[in-house]
C-alpha cells in the first residue's frame, strides 16, 4: 500500500486566498483524522470522519475552516479566506477498526500565508 | 483532561550511547501508547505501538515500556548512531474518537 497521500506537499499563499488540501487514506481504513502542527501548539487534532461522517469537529479553529470526505478514498480541508497564523503543516491520518488501532500519518502539507 | 510530557526537550550524545526518552500521561485509562519518530520537515513515522494490556514492544534496537498505573511510558535506543538523529513523539489515544494527544517531543542529536 501506498501509505496516506496528501497533496499538495507545500502550498505558498496571499492572506485572503482560499487554500484546499486533499487527503487519501489508506485504502480499507474507516476512520480519518486531520491535524495541525504549529511550534507553538505542536499537534492537535483538527476533525475526525469516521465511515466518511464528521464524529468531532472540536478542533477547528473558527468557521474559516472547512472538512468534507465524500467516499471513503479521499478528503479535503478547506481554509477561505486563509490568514498568516494558519501557517503550519496539516497531517492526515487514517486508521482501522477502533481505539486500540494504530495510526498512520501522510506527509504533510506545509502551508505558508503570506 | 488528557495531558502528555515528554523529558528531556532535547538530547544530545555521542555515538554508540544507550539513551533513554521518557514519556507521561495524566489519565491512565488508556487504549494504547504511540512513539513516533519524525525528521525535520517530514510527516511522522510510526515506531511502536504498546497496547494497555502489554508491558513493552520491541523492534530492532528499539523498546518501549509502559506503565499504566504511574502514567509512564519509556523508549529505549540501544547503540545509537547519527541516522537516529531526530525529534521523538509520544501519543495517546483520547476519548470515544481515538484523537491522539501528543507530547512536545523530545529531539535527539546523535553525535559521531
Known amino acids: 500500500d501506498a501509505g496516506v497521500i496528501q497533496s499538495p506537499r507545500h502550498e505558498v499563499t496571499e492572506m485572503g486566498q482560499e487554500v484546499t488540501l486533499r487527503c487519501k487514506p489508506i485504502?480499507?481504513?474507516?476512520?480519518l483524522f486531520w491535524y495541525r502542527q504549529t511550534m507553538m501548539r505542536g499537534l492537535e487534532l483538527l476533525i475526525y470522519?469516521?465511515?466518511?461522517?464528521?464524529?468531532?469537529d472540536s478542533g477547528m479553529p473558527e468557521d474559516r475552516f472547512s472538512a468534507k470526505m465524500p467516499n471513503a478514498s479521499f478528503s479535503t480541508l478547506k481554509i477561505q479566506p486563509s490568514e498568516p497564523r494558519d501557517s503550519a503543516v496539516y497531517f492526515c491520518?487514517?486508521?482501522?477498526?477502533?481505539?486500540?488501532?494504530?495510526?498512520?500519518f501522510g506527509p504533510g502539507t506545509r502551508l505558508t500565508v503570506t | 483532561k488528557q495531558e502528555v510530557t515528554q523529558i528531556p526537550a532535547a538530547l544530545s550524545v555521542p555515538e554508540g550511547e544507550n539513551l533513554v526518552l521518557n514519556c507521561s500521561f495524566t489519565?491512565?485509562?488508556?487504549?494504547?501508547l504511540q512513539w513516533f519518530r519524525q525528521d525535520p520537515g517530514k510527516g511522522l513515522t510510526s515506531l511502536l505501538l504498546?497496547?494497555?494490556?502489554?508491558r513493552e514492544q520491541t523492534s530492532g534496537r528499539l523498546n518501549a515500556s509502559l506503565d499504566k498505573s504511574s502514567g509512564r511510558s519509556t523508549l529505549y535506543i540501544a547503540a545509537s548512531q547519527p541516522g537516529d538523529s531526530a525529534t521523538y513523539l509520544c501519543?495517546?489515544?483520547?476519548?470515544?474518537?481515538?484523537?491522539?494527544?501528543f507530547g512536545q517531543g523530545t529531539t535527539l542529536q546523535v553525535k559521531p
Open positions: 470522519f469516521n465511515n466518511n461522517v464528521p464524529i468531532d
Open positions: 485504502s480499507g481504513h474507516n476512520s
Open positions: 504498546i497496547q494497555s494490556s502489554q
Open positions: 489519565d491512565s485509562a488508556i487504549y494504547n
Open positions: 501519543a495517546v489515544p483520547s476519548g470515544n474518537t481515538g484523537k491522539l494527544i
Open positions: 491520518a487514517s486508521r482501522t477498526g477502533g481505539l486500540s488501532y494504530e495510526q498512520y
